[in-house]
Structure formats: structure tokens, C-alpha cells
């Protein structure tokens, strides 16, 4: 195996499901206090997504309430509560070169642009034969940190 040529930086999101997502603000908004930035909607996705924030500045972590647009539609974004996590990743391209090589699923639809505007791509939650590594159950989307991230994490890190 060659040496792994990117770093996971930190949390940059996680994606929580339900079927009602003013619901989910009643506790993440209203109760805890988190501030929405923003609202995404993909009928691609199945998606109709409020964005959030906890924190400030490159340690922000974004935190989406999301329901489906269509219930009976897939992806059912509301059928696991806790949709997914996301992971800052400094070199993204580099990143899926090196997992796809060493036997890592991805979930179809390659690099793309997010709802927040960073390029991301999913780690597929169930492995196959060709690809025996997968996220065991969990949806993992890896997110192109930009270069203020990239740099405070290297600040942090000494």
C-alpha cells in the first residue's frame, strides 16, 4: 500500500433525517440555538435541507436538517436519523484516487458540488466485491477543505 497522500482534517458536518424538518429546528434551532445559514433543495437528492451552524470561522461545523421531498422516493434521507457525516479532507481528488486503489465504495456520482458550495463525494455505506471496504452502515461524505481550513488545521496541529 503507498503512503496515504491526503489527511482527514476534522468534522465538517452531520446530516440529520426526519420526516418533518421544522421538527428537527424545534430542538437544533429553537432549543439549542444553532443559526441557519442557508436552505438546499435537490430533487436529484430527494432533499429539501435547512443549514446550520455550530461555531465560528474554519472550526465551523455545519449541521443539515433534512427531509425528503417525496417520502416514498430514494434516497430516503429521513430513514436514518443520523443521514450521514462529513469530513474535511485537504486534497479531495488525491483522496478518492487512494481509497477507490485500495478497495474503498463510493456511492455513485463521483466529485460534485454540495449544498455549501465545497466539492464532496460519499463513501458508499455497505461494501461488494469489488470495493470490500465501505462505511460499515454509515454514509460518509469526504468535503474538499478550502485553503483557510486547510491552514488552520495546520496552525492547530503545530
Known amino acids: ?3 496515504r497522500p491526503f489527511k482527514i482534517l476534522g468534522i465538517q458536518q452531520i446530516a440529520i433525517g426526519g420526516p418533518n424538518k421544522e421538527r428537527l429546528k ?4 429553537d432549543m439549542l440555538g444553532l443559526a441557519v445559514t442557508g436552505n438546499f433543495v435537490s430533487e ?3 432533499v ?3 443549514i446550520c451552524a ?4 474554519p472550526f465551523k461545523v455545519e449541521v443539515d436538517l433534512m427531509q425528503p421531498l417525496d417520502a416514498e422516493k430514494k434516497p430516503a434521507v429521513h430513514t436514518t436519523p443520523l443521514n450521514h457525516v462529513g469530513l474535511w ?3 479531495l481528488a488525491q483522496a478518492v484516487d487512494w481509497l477507490s486503489a485500495n478497495g474503498v465504495r463510493f456511492a455513485p456520482g463521483g466529485i460534485r458540488r454540495g449544498a455549501a458550495g465545497y466539492d464532496i463525494t460519499f463513501v ?3 461494501s461488494n466485491d469489488a470495493f470490500p471496504i465501505g462505511g460499515e ?3 460518509i461524505e469526504l468535503v474538499q477543505a478550502p485553503p483557510e481550513v486547510v491552514a488552520a488545521f495546520a496552525r492547530m496541529a503545530g
Request: glycine share 12%; hydrophobic share 35%.
Open 26 to 29: 424545534a430542538l437544533w434551532v
Open 124 to 126: 458508499h455505506p455497505k
Open 54 to 57: 455550530i461555531g465560528s470561522g
Open 89 to 91: 479532507v485537504d486534497d
Open 48 to 50: 429539501d435541507e435547512d
Open 1 to 3: 500500500m503507498t503512503p
Open 44 to 46: 436529484r437528492e430527494n
Open 137 to 139: 452502515g454509515v454514509l
